[in-house]
């Protein structure tokens, strides 16, 4: 006889909730950093257009911008940094001993990341409707939530492979070291063409550039490619990531549990 | 019935070195087993196999007469391991409600509590916890799906004398529930204390497996310990009925059947000794007299 795998997983999850929670440095960067940021780049004159001729405003394209920007640090955070520092202290060594499932452990996380996120992009859009006057149809609303958290699957992989990739200590300043630079390449914080030319022509194939094209989209911005075009380009980002992430974990578990 | 926990003929090798060399063992339901043994004796390792934490390099593990990893069997074992951690954010209520997610048919949390003596500490997060504290909180959490049998991976390493009596204790309220224990220590009276048999390990190898009385039957010598003023030599020591030693600077025990006679051909040799003490054999002795050296 084994338990119910439903029940397993509901528990797992709220735990995942409460451990998240109770951290003071996740609220932090996942809820009040996009929203600073946010007041920086976003509150400077928010109703003109963002770009010279455009129709789109200044508040509602920095929203998301950061919104793309949050969601992908959540997910890349989260388990990077979650995954790392439970294996630096050995938590995985007494659930590998006892009937939880990996995939379970591992599903409970996903669940978790995307219950934050929705409610840090909840949190930015109701902070830019309000403080910066952005007026979006529901549908549009609803929809640059809803594209965000189906392309975080290529993020959600990232952030698993650099969890075991990663030391706990170095976790931290692995995933910043390689997510920030990304950020800014993908022309989250500054339009590309303010970027070197080196990085201008790497800069649309950047992770968080089709992330970002994705919710631009929603507000009528002409972008590169196609919304099919980005999220194929996410899709085979998921797909290596996801490649990376097993070998990394069977390397890490092949290690200890052999 | 299957054996609740089994090895045949596993051995373990960590790149060259052998930690197991060939143990067979059957551990039947209902049954309290000490693994006795050094450090590095290869305790810890036949506990990884019995468990599916690891693989043996040759023979076979079994749990229940299944897969160690089959979820089955895992379902009905419970588990505290020397190295393993639990999220520090979480209070004591909290973890142990999610490990009894894990089993079939758990016990109430509150008995788990209980048990484990936690009563105080349910509501603390599990970082705020002393090393005693979490010794049971991890007891609470192989303890709390109400399993078959628990492993319990050298349960007091660590604590001082007075938390180590409540927790064996707690072990032996366990224990009057007539289920299966497989404990691995150092501490041998823990050993005599908890345990109605008693496998010792050294160097990967089973070197005896009875009661705790049977064992120390084996030895029916008396321990001599005494300070030497000048280092002995090997010659000071030939000839002698001696049928362990250890030394430790120039602290001596000896383990002798005869020790009238040692004694007296010690003086004999003019050896010079101060805190000279005679007692009889305990399990200590017998290990010592078993493996040829001391346990600790």
């Not at chain 1, 397993?8 to 996942?30: D, I, Y």
């Not at chain 2, 006795?36 to 079994?62: E, F, V």
């Not at chain 2, 009057?176 to 496998?199: F, N, S």
Request: proline share 6%; aromatic share 10%; glycine share 8%.
């Amino acid at each position: 006889m084994t338990a119910s795998y439903a029940r397993m997983l509901w528990m797992q999850f709220r735990a995942e909730l409460v451990k998240f929670w109770r951290v003071p440095a996740n609220a932090f960067f996942s809820l009040a950093l996009p929203l600073i940021i946010f007041i920086f780049f976003g509150l400077r004159d928010p109703t003109s257009p963002y770009a010279p001729g455009a129709t789109v405003s200044t508040g509602a394209f920095v929203m998301a911008s950061m919104a793309a920007y949050t969601v992908g640090s959540v997910m890349v955070f989260s388990f990077g940094i979650g995954v790392a520092v439970e294996r630096g202290q050995k938590q995985d060594v007494l659930l590998r001993a006892s009937p939880l499932p990996p995939a379970i452990y591992l599903l409970a996380k996903v669940m978790n990341a995307l219950v934050f996120s929705l409610f840090a992009m909840t949190l930015l859009f109701v902070f830019a409707h309000f403080a910066a006057s952005v007026n979006l149809s529901a549908i549009a609303w609803i929809s640059l939530a809803g594209r965000l958290l189906l392309g975080s699957l290529a993020f959600i992989m990232l952030g698993f492979a650099l969890g075991y990739l990663a030391g706990p200590n170095s976790a931290p300043a692995v995933v910043n070291l390689i997510y920030l630079p990304v950020a800014f390449g993908s022309g989250i914080f500054i339009p590309a063409q303010f970027l070197p030319d080196f990085i201008r022509g790497l800069s649309p194939y950047l992770p968080l550039s089709p992330f970002a094209q994705l919710a631009w989209s929603v507000l009528g911005i002409k972008t590169d490619r196609s919304v099919e075009g980005n999220l194929l380009l996410l899709g085979a980002y998921a797909i290596v990531f996801f490649l990376l992430a097993v070998w990394a974990y069977r390397r890490d578990t092949s290690l200890k549990f052999t | 019935m299957a054996p609740a926990a089994q090895l045949i003929d596993a051995t373990k090798k960590y790149g060259d070195v052998e930690a197991l060399k060939g143990i067979s063992l059957d551990i039947e339901l209902g049954e309290v087993v000490a693994m006795l043994g050094p450090n590095g004796a290869g305790k810890t390792t036949s506990i990884s196999l019995m468990l599916g934490l690891r693989k043996p390099t040759s023979g076979t593990a079994r749990l229940f007469g299944l897969n160690p990893t089959d979820r089955r069997a895992r379902s009905r074992t419970g588990v505290m391991l020397q190295e393993s951690g639990v999220p520090q954010v979480l209070k004591v209520s909290e973890m142990i409600d999610l490990f009894r997610s894990y089993y079939p048919s758990p016990m109430p949390t509150a008995r788990v509590i209980e048990l484990a003596g936690l009563q105080e500490k349910a509501q603390s997060q599990n970082k705020d916890l002393s090393g005693g504290q979490r010794q049971r909180l991890y007891f609470a959490l192989a303890i709390c799906g109400d399993p078959d049998l628990i492993f319990l991976d050298e349960p007091t390493v660590g604590l001082d004398v007075e938390s180590r009596r409540a927790f064996i204790q707690s072990i032996k309220g366990f224990i009057a529930t007539g289920k299966t224990i497989v404990l691995t220590t150092h501490y041998l009276e823990e050993a005599d204390e908890l345990a109605k048999r008693v496998v010792v390990i050294d160097h990967g190898q089973i070197i005896a497996d009875a009661s705790p009385d049977e064992i120390k039957a084996k030895v029916v010598g008396k321990k001599v310990t005494f300070t030497s003023a000048r280092p002995l030599a090997p010659a000071d020591l030939h000839g002698l009925p001696i049928t362990a030693t250890e030394i430790q600077g120039q602290h001596y025990v000896l383990v002798t059947g005869e020790p009238e006679a040692v004694l007296r051909e010690l003086f004999r040799r003019g050896v010079d000794l101060t805190d000279l003490e005679v007692t009889g054999a305990g399990l200590e002795e017998a290990f010592l007299a078993l493996t040829g050296k001391a346990a600790k």
